[in-house]
């Protein structure tokens, strides 16, 4: 069983679509997060949640909503896309805030 | 605001050789400090952390770090190399009593050469 798992693994689009990253984690943790990760490689934190509550909102556009409908989820919604938002997205969760993370493996989101 | 700073964006071995992957932290309480490894088109696996107690912490794969704390570093090494060491290695810093998010290195690129 995949514990954190994150789709579509792959995302192709055009500018000023709409898309959608869902993720899930069967660890019953309480703190799930999204951190994006540039082409140098470069992890940064986006959101993170606990419990359904938002804790952590960067300096993220607000083209990115996140969404938590429970614990287990955490979605990334993101309006109007722009070549700059192509990156790796990542969803991880944690036990404890501040934690170990465990990552789910990746959405490679390509914006033409 | 805790920061990483890794030295050094791309390290190369000889398979057999010595592993050493710098990583110095700044943080106003104490840290739990954490190195991941990432493969390619892979996420991101925990390959050791300090959170308390014993310095020197052994993870997976025979990595090993020590946590330093006058020195402010959290240095990485492996004895000997292998070839399936070859990845992306990030180290991280989290303030479990302050900010409470995981903040990551720039990562070291890690080439084993036969």
């Known amino acids: 069983d995949t514990a954190v798992s994150q789709t579509p693994k792959y995302l192709v689009t055009q500018m000023g679509n709409d898309k959608s990253i869902k993720c899930e984690q069967n660890l019953g943790h309480d703190t799930m997060y999204w951190y994006k990760q540039d082409s140098k490689k470069f992890l940064k934190i986006m959101f993170s949640?606990?419990?359904?509550?938002?804790?952590i909102n960067e300096t993220v556009p607000n083209r990115f909503s996140p969404k938590s409908p429970d614990k287990a989820h955490l979605n990334l919604h993101i309006n109007s896309l722009e070549l700059g938002d192509s990156a790796v997205y990542f969803c991880?969760?944690?036990?404890?805030?501040?934690?170990?993370?465990?990552f789910g493996e990746g959405s490679r989101l390509t914006v033409l | 605001a805790q920061s990483v700073t890794q030295l050094g964006s791309h390290v190369s071995v000889s398979e057999g050789a010595l592993v050493l992957l710098r990583c110095n932290y700044s943080?106003?309480?104490?840290?739990?400090l954490f190195w991941y490894v990432q493969y390619p088109n892979q996420g991101l696996q925990l390959l050791l952390k300090?959170?308390?107690?014993?310095?020197l912490v052994k993870g997976i794969n025979g990595f090993e770090a020590e946590f330093k704390k006058s020195e402010t570093s959290f240095h990485l090494t492996k004895p000997s190399a292998h070839m399936s060491d070859a990845a992306e290695y990030f180290c991280?810093?989290?303030?479990?009593?302050?900010?409470?998010?995981?903040?990551f290195g720039k990562g070291t690129k890690l080439t084993v050469n036969p």
């Open positions: 943080s106003s309480v104490p840290p739990y």
């Open positions: 991880a969760s944690s036990q404890v805030r501040g934690g170990e993370l465990f």
């Open positions: 949640y606990n419990n359904k509550e938002l804790i």
């Open positions: 300090y959170t308390t107690g014993a310095t």
């Open positions: 991280a810093v989290s303030e479990p009593s302050g900010s409470e998010k995981l903040v």
